[in-house]
């Protein structure tokens, strides 16, 4: 069983929907959790940053940590075909070189 | 510049020749990761620097790779004698002063033959 496990999908929404991609971990370790989305032969870009458990919303993309299930969510309202890609969630423990683990990545498809 | 670079950004090399990668951090950013991504899956660690040190090279898959940063900004990662399994993209990173967040460049792709 990896660290990080997350479902590739692909996940397919019509325009306008609600998504919620989830990952679930095994490290209790964990502190810092990332959202990264990434475009086809492109590099990862950074969506979301958090740190511990709670919430953390950013326009029409919201971040859940729930380390007690160890389980985070990333929901993007308003979905938009511009929002189709891969999503990445990455996590790190504290201390030491802070280093992410990834999931495998969500591909997500949305049609208008 | 504003963000990572790397270069080449696809690089195709026989099997048996030695490969050399580029990475240039955001200005500044003391911290710098290469991964190595596979088709359909995450990025994989290969390597950590804080400045001009390698602090962890735990991900390097073999001695045929080689990673250096010898004045704390540009790096380099050098595979010898490439061999098929090598083909995948290669992603650099840096990080600034806030813990756990990286930024990353638009990879290479190592296609080897």
């Known amino acids: 069983q990896k660290e990080v496990e997350q479902d590739p999908g692909p996940l397919s929404v019509p325009e306008g929907a609600i998504v919620s991609l989830n990952c679930t971990y095994s490290?209790?370790?964990?502190?810092?959790f990332m959202w990264y989305r990434q475009y086809s032969r492109k590099g990862p870009e950074l969506l979301m940053y958090t740190y511990s458990s709670g919430n953390k919303e950013d326009g029409r993309f919201t971040a859940q940590v729930d380390k007690s299930s160890k389980y985070i969510s990333l929901f993007i309202r308003d979905s938009q075909p511009s929002d189709s890609a891969t999503y990445l969630c990455a996590m790190s423990a504290s201390g030491g070189s802070y280093i992410p683990t990834f999931g495998r990545g969500t591909s997500l498809i949305v049609h208008p | 510049g504003a963000g990572v670079s790397q270069s080449p950004r696809y690089k195709v090399a026989k099997r048996g020749q030695d490969v050399a990668l580029r990475c240039d951090p955001i200005s500044g950013h003391v911290s710098l990761f290469w991964y190595q991504q596979a088709l359909g899956q995450g990025p994989e660690f290969l390597t950590y620097f804080q400045n001009e040190a390698q602090l962890d090279k735990s991900g390097l898959p073999s001695d045929r790779f080689f990673a250096e940063r010898p004045e704390g900004s540009v790096s380099t990662l050098k595979i010898q004698r490439t061999q098929q399994e090598d083909s995948a993209v290669y992603l650099c990173?840096?990080?600034?002063?806030?813990?756990?967040?990286?930024?990353f460049g638009p990879g290479t792709r190592l296609t080897v033959l």
């Open positions: 490290n209790s370790a964990f502190q810092y």
């Open positions: 990173a840096s990080r600034g002063t806030t813990r756990g967040e990286q930024f």
